[in-house]
């Protein structure tokens, strides 16, 4: 147990600090170095106990009556308190009436109730916590009752009060979750004492009362606990009439330790649903109790051997079967590990009673104190019916076990096989592991051998025209079913290259400086009717609203590309209901998932009544309609009259392409879902991160008004402007690093043997250049992770100087070799160049980057000319937005990007370009 004085030049706040549990609160919070004030309804009583506190030694106490039951003295009290209280204890409570049920009740004692024991504290807390949180530490702490849970026919306004308290308390615990602030309640019954106590005894039943200084201790436990694993509530229960010897402090510690593992892991299906931060309270939770047991973390074969019931681990698989379970029959299938380490044997068992499960064996060795590796031997799906189906090896990994006991083990899980990257966040776990182990490392999806990539030169030696190695089919084919109903592939996702240099080639002209700047009216239109509804929303609200910008730039980039696309406007700027945008973002995440588990597919397919399977087949029916549509409408072009007009715009390069219908359709649904998608999500990032940065919008603002951009007086943008507008582009570039949209990057395939970064790699190897690992790495980058978007202010000489530096020749055979990190501001000091590929490079690059750009500078130019930005409190801190990251095809925040929108007035609108 931590020693020293665990509150030592803290301020601690105590309602109904007079007597009881408020009382010995006070005594334990002095011998503690806390500073203390002290409320109570009148003085008697409370001037003693101030009186001992400081004759114990503490620094400072304070004291305050307050009649609780009045709201403006309750408001006035908790105004005096802001910013100068470090922990409130909301302690005070009564009990008022007698032992009358609901039907007898007094309301005059119910309202009294009401307010002393439940609005009293919410009024507190509700003024108390914003200012903690904004400090990032503090502490709330209530006082309730196990009535609140446990209730029968007596007592109901009382319990309701301490109802009303707890549900209160357990909200407040979720809004602050990740802010630094501890909230808790500790529940009692039968608190010595107390009228309650003395109601209860003379009614004859209940438990044996608990001592006030008991329920002090259980307070007090909480603060020598770590902040990551306080659990929400905790809950004491009397004994009966005999109590019973008292337990050791070593005993209740442990008790607490366990306690708050146990509530740590609860809800999150066996890490399935698991975020950073709840990872990190289970991880210090288990470690608290793996220090408190002695050394418990050891993977011997007396203390591992065993069937353990698995209630979490770090691995955040997403596997099917246990997510689905009530397809077998229960709600959530029970996780048995069956670990025999004297014939290195594991096995993992996931039931569906009756008859189902899930079976996969593995071989295991110790490799140390905590770490066994395992390897899978196989699997077998068992289904009801008596069927099964054998399913292959398909990885390998270790784990380290945490903690484990009797009948309880936490361990944390690496796997290098799709059980790790089958998680929408996958970005992250190529980013963390390109920090940790450089410029190439490796692991496997399923049988297949995937090196992975971080360093530029490694880059282009793969994607460079030299090699041109196709695309891996392993990946890319989980799209054919959405791009086509007959499995023709796009230019996006074919591995046939004469068939991706036809359709390249017929529509390059389509993306022309020319027509990208006949494109530019269009998107001033469009741009501006979005703003104009989020204008009039702002309007109605008080001059404010919070608006989803994510959608807000679909809906822009939708109508421009189905316009240019195919001459076909969805009037998405509308905000009127559009199929597409309803159904295109969750295929895309399904198919993200299918890439790195193509289990997901088989599994689909053999359960195809299930309501996910059900809605996959629903989304890609839509789209395929939508497809027809867009086909018939490149079709009806007179192909005649463009031509006699030199119309190169994309629908008229498509229309002229030399291919039949069944090959042309995936090549609209390509350039239509990458020509919306993309360019939404960079914008909308790229606003993030302004409103995140006053003095960045600041200079933005200041940019846009010098050239009579900003405000209700601003003059049309033109596209002149977007090359003038030097500190946007800074802005857009390092957003645009920070947030690659395609930040899973691109996947090729070793058709023979190659030599790469010093490594020969073997024919069928898969090559996967995750552009997160190359924009965000720090052995490229200097304050790779930190929003800096001066860095790119004089790219030029900075990138002169910085490629004068640390150079060294390409070698190595068919690739690059690996050095030392030579970060720079601007990228790997031996080719800064080429460190920048939010774009990819090679000749299967963007097409489309030039008209993405104008895009994107020019919706952030008007965006930003007509409202001012903040992030709505709903997005949490830099840290919950990244924990909120998904990869859905792009880069996307899974809750959507809410800013707050302050209208600056009407500007100008113009549609010249």
Not at 594 to 608: E, F, K
Not at 878 to 904: D, F, N, P, W, Y
């Amino acid at each position: 147990m931590p020693a020293g004085k665990l509150l030592e030049n803290q301020t601690v706040l105590i309602t109904g600090a007079s007597r009881g549990v408020g009382e010995c609160l006070a005594h334990c919070l002095a011998h503690e170095g806390a500073r203390l004030i002290l409320v109570a309804e009148s003085d008697d009583g409370l001037k003693e106990v101030a009186e001992r506190c400081k004759a114990e030694g503490c620094p400072g106490v304070e004291v305050q009556t307050c009649d609780l039951s009045d709201p403006a003295a309750v408001q006035k009290l908790a105004d005096g308190m802001k910013g100068k209280v470090d922990v409130a204890i909301m302690n005070a409570g009564v009990f008022a009436g007698s032992e009358e049920d609901v039907l007898k009740g007094n309301p005059e004692d119910w309202e009294r109730m009401m307010k002393i024991n439940a609005l009293a504290p919410m009024r507190m807390i509700r003024t108390l916590a914003p200012d903690m949180c904004s400090k990032g530490k503090g502490a709330i702490v209530c006082i309730g009752d196990v009535e609140a849970v446990h209730t029968g026919p007596r007592h109901a306004a009382y319990a309701a009060s301490k109802y009303a308290l707890r549900g209160f308390c357990k909200s407040t615990y979720e809004a602050v979750r990740g802010s630094g602030v501890r909230v808790m309640t500790v529940s009692a019954g039968n608190i010595s004492g107390t009228a309650m106590a003395e109601e209860t005894g003379k009614a004859g039943g209940g438990q044996g009362a608990i001592e006030p200084q008991d329920v002090a201790e259980a307070v007090m436990l909480s603060f020598r606990c770590s902040p990551n694993c306080v659990a929400e509530e905790i809950r004491l229960f009397g004994g009966g009439a005999a109590k019973p010897a008292a337990p050791s402090a070593e005993e209740l510690a442990r008790a607490a330790a366990r306690s708050r593992l146990l509530d740590a892991v609860k809800d999150q299906q066996r890490g399935l649903k698991t975020s950073k931060q709840q990872r990190d309270e289970v991880l210090a939770a288990a470690a608290e109790l793996a220090e408190l047991q002695g050394g418990a973390a050891t993977t011997d074969a007396d203390s591992l051997s065993a069937t353990w019931q698995l209630v979490w681990t770090t691995e955040k698989e997403t596997l099917f079967i246990l997510e689905n379970a009530r397809w077998f029959g229960t709600a959530a299938g029970e996780v048995y590990q069956v670990i025999d380490v004297a014939e290195q044997y594991l096995q993992n068992v996931i039931t569906f009673p009756l008859e189902g499960a899930f079976i996969v064996d593995s071989d295991i060795a110790i490799e140390g104190d905590q770490r066994t590796a395992f390897k899978f031997s196989g699997a077998t799906l068992q289904l009801p019916l008596g069927r099964a189906l054998s399913l292959p090896p398909f990885g390998q990994g270790w784990f380290d076990t945490i903690y484990c006991d009797d009948d309880l083990r936490v361990a944390q899980d690496s796997r290098g096989d799709t059980l790790v990257v089958n998680v929408q966040n996958v970005h992250r776990f190529f980013q963390s592991n390109s920090h940790k182990y450089g410029a190439i490392w490796r692991m496997r999806i399923l049988n297949n051998k995937v090196v992975v990539l971080g360093d530029p030169r490694l880059v282009l030696a793969v994607v460079s025209r030299k090699n041109e190695l196709q695309k891996a089919p392993e990946i890319y084919d989980t799209v054919d079913y959405l791009f086509s109903p007959t499995g023709r592939r796009s230019f996006f996702n074919t591995h046939d290259a004469e068939e991706w240099r036809l359709v390249r080639k017929s529509t390059a002209p389509a993306f022309s400086l020319d027509n990208i700047r006949k494109a530019f009216p269009l998107l001033m239109r469009t741009t501006n009717e979005v703003c104009d509804v989020l204008a009039a929303r702002a309007a109605a609200n008080g001059g404010e609203v919070e608006a989803e910008v994510a959608e807000a730039g679909m809906r822009i980039t939708l109508d421009v590309i189905g316009q240019t696309l195919a001459g076909y406007d969805f009037h998405a700027r509308t905000y009127a209901r559009c199929e597409l945008l309803e159904a295109i973002p969750p295929l895309l995440a399904e198919f993200t998932m299918r890439s790195t588990n193509p289990l997901r597919a088989l599994l689909h397919a053999l359960l195809p009544f299930k309501q996910e399977s059900r809605l996959f087949r629903q989304r890609v029916k839509t789209c395929h309609k939508w497809w027809d549509t867009l086909l018939a409408s490149v079709r009806s072009l007179d192909l005649a009259a463009a031509d006699a007009g030199g119309d190169t715009s994309l629908r008229a390069c498509l229309a002229r392409a030399p291919i039949k219908d069944d090959l042309l359709r995936p090549q609209l649904a390509a350039y239509l879902v990458a020509g919306f998608e993309t360019t939404a999500h960079s914008i909308a990032w790229a606003l993030y991160e302004i409103a995140s940065h006053p003095e960045v919008q600041a200079k933005l603002g200041a940019e846009l008004a010098a050239r009579g951009l900003l405000g209700p007086g601003a003059r049309p943008l033109e596209f002149s402007d977007l090359a003038e507008l030097s500190y946007l582009n800074c802005v857009l570039k390092e957003s645009m690093r920070l947030h690659p949209v395609a930040s899973s990057g691109t996947v090729r395939k070793a058709d023979k043997a190659l030599t790469l970064g010093g490594y020969r790699l073997s024919a069928g190897t898969i090559i996967w250049c995750p552009l997160i690992s190359l924009l965000t790495s720090s052995h490229n980058w200097e304050r790779a992770e930190d929003f800096w978007p001066e860095r790119w202010a004089d790219e030029g000489a900075a990138a002169a100087a910085a490629a004068a530096a640390q150079r060294q020749a390409l070698g190595g055979g068919d690739g690059a070799a690996p050095c030392a990190s030579a970060p720079t501001p601007l990228g790997h000091a031996a080719q800064v160049a080429k460190s920048y590929l939010p774009f990819s490079d090679g000749p299967r690059d963007c097409i489309g980057q030039n008209l993405a750009l104008m895009e994107a500078r020019a919706v952030l130019a008007t965006m930003l000319g007509r409202f001012e930005l903040s992030v709505a409190p709903r997005m949490g801190n830099r840290e919950a937005v990244r924990g909120a990251e998904v990869m859905k095809l792009t880069l996307q925040c899974k809750t959507g990007i809410h800013l707050g929108l302050k209208s600056r007035g009407r500007a100008a609108t113009s549609d010249s370009p």
